[in-house]
């Protein structure tokens, strides 16, 4: 399909959140990082008319292998658990562009599962894989966008199944898309205490020019790094992680990095 290209360097909002802590008072009998209160917020850029979120279970699987990305410079993103000690998240979520830099490994802090207080297990990063060449400070425009994609290793190895990546041409992926279900979660700005799904949401497809999928789900600040869950027999596989929105001269779209641009990484990085 078509790219759609919006005028004025196709003005995204990346979904990185308001800052909130990463480290403030863990709950009792614990001494993990939890996040602190969010907090409603008035952002919804990508929420356009009917909001379709709703609460996903964080203590099932697979929501319980998707977690708050908390950095001790500020702000929070999403990521989703692929191994025992590897998150996938955007690539975005580690750079601070008030500061310029990036964030250091023990910095940030992968909450599985996280709700309301709760949570399924966390640990901090010991070590970044961020896509070749990926330049933050251009991330809007369209090659940088598709190398939007890290791999982050934990300290701890996570009791928490992880989510498999999806193997699937990208044909087979539309096909199933529609046959079967097509999920974002995240933790959005405006529900940074619960983790949020778009359930049934719409896969339009594939940018010509870069490797990006275009899709149109409820996705706003916050959600970058959740990953586009494929849900189909009981079963559920990542076909990539989101990490932008657009308005652009057919509507409100979002992207997301193809798990095509990242697979052979992740393989090096579970051996």
């Keep these: ?22 480290d403030p008072p863990s709950p009792a009998g614990s001494t993990t990082a939890a996040p602190a209160a969010a907090g409603r917020s008035v952002l919804k850029a990508g929420i356009i008319g009917l909001d379709n979120r709703i609460p996903a279970d964080a203590t099932q699987w697979p929501w319980i292998a998707i977690g708050r990305l908390n950095r001790e410079i500020g702000g929070h993103c999403t990521a989703a658990l692929i191994g025992a000690r590897q998150v996938l998240t955007a690539a975005h979520c580690l750079f601070n562009t008030t500061t310029q830099r990036w964030a250091l490994p023990d910095e940030v802090h992968f909450v599985a599962g996280y709700q309301r207080g709760k949570y399924a297990a966390h640990s901090r990063a010991t070590r970044f894989t961020i896509a070749p060449g990926y330049n933050p400070n251009r991330r809007t425009e369209l090659k940088e966008m598709a190398r939007d994609w890290a791999i982050i290793t934990l300290a701890e190895t996570l009791d928490v199944k992880p989510i498999p990546l999806t193997k699937r041409s990208l044909e087979d992926t539309m096909a199933a898309a529609k046959s079967g279900e097509m999920n974002v979660a995240g933790y959005a700005v405006d529900y940074g205490e619960q983790l949020m799904r778009d359930q049934g949401c719409q896969l339009l497809g594939e940018a010509t020019d870069v490797k990006l999928l275009v899709h149109r ?5 916050g959600v970058s790094g959740a990953p586009l869950l494929l849900i189909q027999d009981g079963k559920a596989e990542i076909i990539g992680i989101h990490n932008a929105i657009a308005d652009t001269d057919k509507g409100p779209i979002a992207t997301a990095v193809p798990v095509s641009a990242f697979a052979s990484s992740v393989n090096a990085a579970l051996k």
């Design 1 to 22: 399909m078509r790219f759609w290209r919006a005028s004025a360097a196709f003005l995204l909002a990346l979904g990185l959140a308001l800052p909130v802590s990463a």
């Design 217 to 221: 789900c409820d996705v706003t600040f």
